[in-house]
């Protein structure tokens, strides 16, 4: 069996800068895949290069059968992948269901997006009772419910997150990766970047950490949980 996403030995350089030097992974339909590291380590280039927002130098990545070289970035939206990026980038002015209704903006089966704009109120019940108030003034934790929400709003076939926790309370945080178990649990195929390795290992099937811009360990996220170097890089621990 193809995975859905097959990424291979791919380069990606702002400049002279390689910041992705090379990393082959792959995501299989209806897995948890996860890439934990530190910062600068090249995760949000890896996503948006998938996204199609940035060009690699070279290497390939194949997307549910298709090669995604050359494919511009809203087509890429089409073929079934979305991305939640770093730091949201919800629409602050417009409201919540004016920004769940953007991430369908591919679509034009009305009475679909309408259900699933409800499926979004159900997964996360604030956004329904907020849903005429602007984005701009939900709580951080809130402003991410909307950026997996309207992600979700393409119906995609792999969800790309990028550091869904970032600045979030413990309880935010838990509340978030409690939302990602869920949409695993429906068979939502998920490629996660986090900086909160434990949070992450524990929910995926797949990990590998990068350092400046390679691929360095690659397991099952059980095996990486339990893995000593990681723990003492990632977990905090000595
Ligand atoms: N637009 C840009 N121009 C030049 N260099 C960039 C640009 N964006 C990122 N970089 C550099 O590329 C490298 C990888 O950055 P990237 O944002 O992919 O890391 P990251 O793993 O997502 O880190 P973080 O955990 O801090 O979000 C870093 O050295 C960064 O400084
Ligand atoms: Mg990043």
């Given at each position: 069996m193809t995975a859905l996403l097959e990424v291979e030995d791919l380069r990606v350089a702002y400049g002279k800068i390689e910041a992705v030097k090379g990393i082959s992974f792959s995501v299989e339909a209806g897995q948890v895949v996860t890439l934990i590291g530190t910062n600068g380590a090249g995760k949000t280039t890896t996503l948006r290069t998938l996204s199609g927002l940035l060009k690699p130098l070279a290497g390939s990545i194949r997307f549910d059968g298709k090669p995604l070289a050359g494919v511009p970035a809203h087509k890429i939206v089409a073929l079934g992948l979305a991305h939640s990026p770093e730091g949201r980038h919800i629409f602050p002015r417009l409201t919540i269901a004016e920004n769940l209704q953007l991430g369908a903006f591919l679509r034009s089966d009305t009475e679909g997006i309408r259900k699933d704009i409800q499926k979004a109120y159900d997964l996360f019940p604030i956004l329904g009772e907020r849903?005429?108030?602007?984005?701009?003034?939900?709580?951080g934790g809130e402003q991410q419910m909307l950026a997996m929400g309207r992600a979700l709003m393409s119906r995609p076939k792999l969800l790309m997150l990028d550091e869904p926790s970032m600045g979030l309370s413990p309880i935010m945080m838990q509340k978030i990766m409690e939302t990602i178990a869920e949409l695993k649990a429906q068979g939502t195929t998920i490629l996660l970047v986090e900086q909160n390795a434990q949070a992450a290992l524990s929910l995926a099937d797949q990990g590998h950490v990068m350092e400046i811009g390679k691929i360095v360990l690659s397991g099952t996220g059980q095996n990486l949980l339990h893995d000593e170097s990681v723990r003492k890089a990632y977990l905090g621990e000595d």
């Open positions: 849903r005429n108030q602007a984005a701009g003034t939900l709580s």
